[in-house]
């Protein structure tokens, strides 16, 4: 089960773009007219409704700038452009914000050697810090990753800080891993940082904060809170946590034994592509008698690197019968 997992891409918020909306006068008045009835049924008609509740619907435009920058810094680029709907305030406030998105573009495609242009990593770390400078903490964390690459360690963590208190979940999953690895390691700021990751929904953070409660040496082992954040990182669609989750239910560890929900998780993590699980899961099928879909699973996971498999494909085929082995693999 022992599994690395590294500083990550920033992926952006996961968050669709949702609706704002600001309630017109008609609205407000509606609204009013509906609780002055309700008061003046219960008060004499001496007593009108009070002003108070015509003026208490919001008014968006009055959010501090700082504040609305912050909010707005892990953003992604459609969900930025809805908070810039909202008012001329706002669109005028997320204006840097929505440069930087462009120079985030730009330092992806300098970075990868994509949209007809060459990889070049310094033209790629010049747009990110731009974008960066900019208030985006995706370009904080993709420049993070540079400088990370190439061995600028302190210089990563500083940027994956930054993006870590704007809130930016890829940032402090970042930031926990890379206390992790620091000489000497600092556990306690890890595990702080890789928490609020996950509690944010981070599927890789779920997984690095379980492999921590469950096998690392630097924090105290907790089998049971290991197992809740594996399973929330394979409900998250993470292949290395399914096949993870698999195991415990396999021997009981953390949860109680299931060997229906371990040959469950097994057949997902297979069919996510980790091949671990696509040789565990052919032995499976070898053994319930499903000869030809054991052979398509250990074909997978041979080609996936798992170097057993092919000797016990080859012996699978050789049990099959004439006409099987006809429609197996070649």
Not at 120 to 146: I, P, Q, W, Y
Not at 192 to 201: D, H, M, R, T, Y
Not at 266 to 280: I, N, T
């Amino acid at each position: 089960m022992k599994q690395r997992t590294w500083p990550c891409k920033s992926e952006g918020s996961r968050f669709t773009s949702l609706p704002f909306s600001k309630p017109n006068d008609k609205e407000k008045r509606s609204r009013f007219s509906i609780r002055g009835t309700a008061k003046s049924s219960s008060r004499s008609s001496s007593h009108p409704p009070s002003n108070e509740v015509a003026d208490a619907g919001g008014d968006f435009s009055m959010l501090p700038f700082d504040i609305l920058t912050k909010i707005a810094a892990p953003l992604s680029f459609p969900n930025l452009q809805a908070a810039s709907s909202v008012c001329k305030s706002w669109r005028d406030a997320l204006q840097p914000l929505r440069e930087s998105m462009a120079l985030l573009k730009w330092g992806k495609r300098f970075k990868h050697g994509r949209g007809g242009v060459r990889a070049n990593l310094d033209k790629a770390l010049d747009s990110f810090l731009k974008a960066a400078a900019r208030g985006s903490t995706l370009a904080m964390v993709d420049a993070g990753l540079v400088y990370w690459e190439r061995g600028e360690k302190e210089k990563a963590v500083n940027l994956y800080r930054k993006a870590a208190e704007l809130g930016d979940a890829v940032g402090q999953c970042n930031l926990g891993i890379s206390y992790l690895q620091a000489q000497p390691s600092n556990p306690k700021e890890a595990m702080k940082w890789l928490k609020q990751s996950a509690e944010n929904g981070y599927v890789r953070a779920q997984y690095q904060l379980a492999l921590c409660l469950h096998q690392s040496q630097v924090v105290q082992p907790n089998m049971q809170e290991a197992t809740r954040w594996y399973l929330k990182a394979a409900e998250g669609g993470y292949a290395r946590a399914m096949y993870n989750v698999s195991l415990c239910y396999s021997v009981g560890q953390g949860v109680p034994q299931n060997r229906k929900l371990a040959r469950k998780w097994m057949k997902r993590a297979a069919d996510q592509g980790h091949s671990k699980a696509q040789f565990e899961h052919g032995l499976t099928l070898f053994s319930e008698g499903a000869m030809l879909k054991s052979v398509l699973y250990l074909e997978l996971a041979e080609r996936g690197g798992e170097t057993a498999a092919t000797h016990v494909k080859e012996v699978v085929q050789h049990r099959l019968s004439a006409n099987s082995r006809a429609h197996g693999l070649p």
